[in-house]
């Protein structure tokens, strides 16, 4: 039988001394699957931080990067929202954003959303500055000294850190060198609805111009200028890609073309 | 005016896409953009078959009197293709292997792939296999064995402008290099030089190489 495992007593014991190196073995061996694990973790940790340092720009920048990013981390059970350090992943990747920069954000978006509704997601740059320093309690005209004193150069950066946000928040210069703070808007539902109505009329055929927008406005008693109309219009075109744009126009500059409302054959 | 397809006086039918304005100007949304240019690229390519047409160049849709007039222009609509938007188009060719930049190393001018260089090598020696078997019923060449092993010799010009139009008419020498070049690659064809300049050899199949 199974002579050279021993009989009787010699067997038992041989049989415990086996048992014993097996899991000698067994725990050697878990040990360094362990410690091969956590060099994989440690490793794969670093490579990703790695990526997201030299892709940091197109994080930041490019939404369907920064989507792709996010979907990436999350199929493999990372969250980048959630990090060993206060602030999370983005408060790393964003290192020039203080607590200062997000107060000044929040402040921003409570301006943007709460004149919304007379701008349209559209607020000029200057008259941000001034609600803002409203907000924190400062004359409307002081920029150079105080506590919480802040400029337009401050507003513009801040917008830009909201950006990773998603919600739209942009600086627009327009033709004349203005600039103007874009938050793209539910409210703006209502102004694509008012476009889309306009470019169902008949003969239209999904044609829009700025100018028969604000003419169409004024017949409703609820004027708009040609800037809010030109940024309803341009929200459709670069934001929600519902227009599509004719700089060929004879007469108009651009011509906005409704693509929902053109009638094809 | 509802959008409407459009038959252009050599016989090809316009999408009705091209009959709107804005499709003649660069689209700045990412979505829009894309789709316009797909629109534009089927339409070149579908065109230039329809004429055999091989180049296409950045200034073809400002200046007049052109092969592409019909295309890149609308004057029903008093529109033309923005050249800055044509070169992006050309690029977006380029880079889905749709054409290459000819000459190379520059970005003005392409020429257009509405057959692959993979198709043109097999629609190359199909030609000379047609022509073999013509050659082989009507005079038996004493160099014709019994297996119709003729190993042609042709010029590139006699590929190029034969004196009945053939498939290969007008076929740009570059591409039909690519064509040759490929069909070496599977041991049916060798570029060799002859007397008039350049040649090729073609060979038998031997089964598929």
């Known amino acids: ?265 | 005016m509802a959008l409407s397809t459009y038959t252009t006086t050599t016989g090809f039918l316009l999408p009705s896409i091209h009959s709107a304005p804005p499709f003649f100007t660069q689209q700045p949304h990412p979505a829009s953009l894309s789709i316009a240019t797909e629109q534009w690229i089927q339409i070149i390519l579908k065109y230039a078959r329809h004429r055999r047409l091989f180049t296409v160049r950045v200034e073809d849709s400002e200046v007049s009197g052109n092969d592409w007039d019909e295309i890149l222009r609308n004057e029903r609509i008093n529109r033309k293709l923005i050249p800055s938007y044509l070169s992006y188009i050309l690029a977006q060719m380029v880079s889905q292997k749709l054409a290459v930049y000819e000459p190379p190393k520059q970005d003005r001018s392409i020429l257009i792939y509405w057959r692959l260089p993979e198709e043109w090598a097999e629609v190359l020696y199909e030609w000379v296999r047609l022509l073999e078997a013509l050659w082989f019923n009507s005079i038996i060449h004493s160099q014709v064995s019994s297996t119709g092993n003729l190993n042609t010799i042709m010029t590139f010009y006699e590929i190029t402008d034969p004196p009945v139009e053939s498939p290969l008419s007008g076929l740009p020498i570059p591409l039909l290099r690519q064509a040759i070049t490929l069909l070496s690659k599977s041991n049916r064809a060798q570029i060799i030089a002859i007397s008039e300049g350049e040649g090729v050899r073609f060979f038998p199949t031997t089964g598929k190489a």
């Open chain 1, 1 to 265: 039988m199974h002579r050279l495992n021993g009989v009787g007593l010699a067997a038992l014991d041989r049989h415990t001394t086996t048992s014993r190196s097996y899991d000698l073995l067994s725990n050697s061996l878990s040990q360094n699957q362990i410690t091969h694990l956590q060099s994989q973790l440690v490793s794969f940790r670093s490579a990703l931080t790695a990526f997201a340092i030299k892709h940091r720009e197109d994080i930041l920048h490019d939404p369907a990067f920064r989507h792709r990013f996010t979907q990436m981390c999350s199929s493999i059970g990372v969250d980048p929202l959630a990090g060993p350090r206060k602030g999370g992943w983005w408060a790393e990747l964003l290192p020039s954003v203080g607590d200062w920069q997000y107060e000044l954000g929040v402040q921003i978006v409570d301006v943007c959303v709460s004149t919304r509704e007379r701008n349209g997601g559209m607020i000029e740059l200057s008259e941000l500055v001034r609600l803002v320093r409203k907000l924190r309690g400062l004359s409307a005209d002081q920029d150079g000294k105080g506590k919480g004193r802040i400029n337009e150069e401050d507003i513009i950066r801040s917008v830009k850190t909201l950006s990773p946000l998603g919600a739209g928040y942009t600086v627009v210069t327009l033709n004349d060198g203005r600039k103007m703070v874009r938050s793209v808007p539910k409210e703006l539902d209502e102004d694509q609805a008012i476009i889309l109505a306009l470019a169902r009329a008949p003969g239209k055929y999904g044609r829009i111009t700025i100018d028969e927008l604000v003419v169409e406005r004024e017949k409703g008693g609820r004027g708009w200028t040609r800037e809010r109309a030109r940024g309803a219009l341009d929200n459709m075109l670069l934001q929600d890609g519902l227009c599509w744009v004719d700089e060929q126009d004879n007469i108009h500059d651009r011509v906005y073309w409704v693509t929902s409302a053109m009638k094809w054959d």
